[in-house]
């Protein structure tokens, strides 16, 4: 994903990233609220997270990337999850094909009202961003780009699938995502891109959409993404009322986010209304995504369960209550 810069005299404040919005006070007036916390096993997600990586980078058209997609979809199969798949060529801003692949999960498919949740589960194919130039064409690994938001589903899929739940919920492992270049807007997301506009199931529009990036660092700052907060910010301002509920406040902040080119504006593109929970951080001198982003320190001693933890307690939360 990549960043813009917004400028606006109606904004509180921008950054290059994420915007930055009012109203979080609001939601930490509630935090202290008796709420009931629902199951969510960081260990689990945590485990998730370092299987996912033992595959390697998960570069389209590699073995450790179809490998990486087996895995996803005998997990949700195995959590006893409706498995729909969907494969593509889809081709990349420098003319590569990518053999793309979708991997959703359905939960009471029946159900009308649906809430759809996803991650990116693909990394990056190179590591333009570290700061030793003798690495900047080695692959990702994505232990914090990718896998965290999937090890984060993957605990709440297999909670859900534990539980009597009624309601409608699609995760979707989402491909081809961080094979783009900065100096094209329009050459992140395509896997969420083909998804929206070659739905894999028949008259599908869920009602939101919940996406997670980057969501395991210790130092996570989760601000009000903008395109999230034009698109759907009563589900934004439920989301960060129960973190706040939930004692998540120092990572789930009031500031206005920037506006990140990520899947969730292909899905407002759409007409889904979309948030995107991702760690940008604007503080103490430093403003940008998480530092070992498209780097080969992106690895699993970035990951931490607390935060995994966090963000999965909030997001069922916000599905369930």
């Known amino acids: 994903m990549t960043t813009l810069l917004l400028a606006s005299a109606g904004c509180i404040g921008c950054s290059a990233g994420k915007a930055d919005a009012a ?17 969510f ?53 420098d003319g590569t094909p990518l053999q793309a692949r979708n991997i959703m999960g359905r939960l009471n498919s029946d159900a009308p009202h649906r809430t759809l949740l996803l991650a990116h589960w693909d990394s990056r194919p190179w590591a ?7 690495k900047r064409e ?6 914090n780009d990718g896998a965290s938001g999937i090890g984060v589903l993957l ?6 699938a534990l539980s009597d739940s009624k309601a409608g919920i699609d995760i979707l492992f989402v491909d081809a995502e961080d094979w783009g ?9 395509l896997g969420t891109r083909y998804f929206a506009q070659h739905p894999p199931v028949a008259d599908y529009h869920p009602a939101q959409a919940i996406l997670l990036d980057m969501v395991g ?16 910010p009563g589900l934004q301002q439920k989301i960060w009322s129960n973190a706040a509920r939930l004692g998540h406040s120092s990572l789930f902040h009031s ?33 940008g995504f998480d530092p070992v982003w498209h780097t080969t320190n992106d690895n699993l001693s970035n990951i931490s369960p607390a935060t995994l933890k966090a963000v999965g307690e909030t997001v069922l939360l916000t599905i369930t209550e």
């Not at 080695?138 to 232990?143: C, D, E, F, R």
């Not at 605990?155 to 859900?160: S, T, V």
Request: charged share 25%; net charge negative.
């Open 23 to 39: 109203g979080a006070d609001s939601a930490g007036a509630v935090q202290n609220e008796a709420v009931a916390r629902p199951e």
């Open 41 to 93: 096993s960081a260990d689990s997600a945590y485990a998730y997270v370092e299987r996912l990586l033992e595959f390697g980078p998960r570069v389209p058209n590699t073995e450790a990337h179809r490998r990486a997609g087996d895995w996803l979809a005998a997990r949700l199969h195995d959590f006893g999850w409706e498995v729909v798949e969907q494969k593509a060529v889809l081709t990349a801003f």
């Open 128 to 134: 333009d961003e570290d700061p030793d130039p003798a």
């Open 138 to 143: 080695m692959p990702v690994l994505g232990a």
């Open 155 to 160: 605990e709440i899929a297999r909670r859900l």
């Open 181 to 189: 270049s900065h100096a094209d807007e329009e050459s992140w997301a």
């Open 217 to 232: 660092s210790p130092d996570a700052r989760f601000g009000l993404e903008y395109f999230s907060s034009q698109a759907h």
């Open 255 to 287: 500031g206005f986010g920037g506006a990140i080119t990520d899947d969730h504006v292909e899905l407002i593109k759409a007409g889904i209304p979309a948030v995107d929970i991702i760690d940008y951080r604007d503080s103490d001198g430093y403003q």
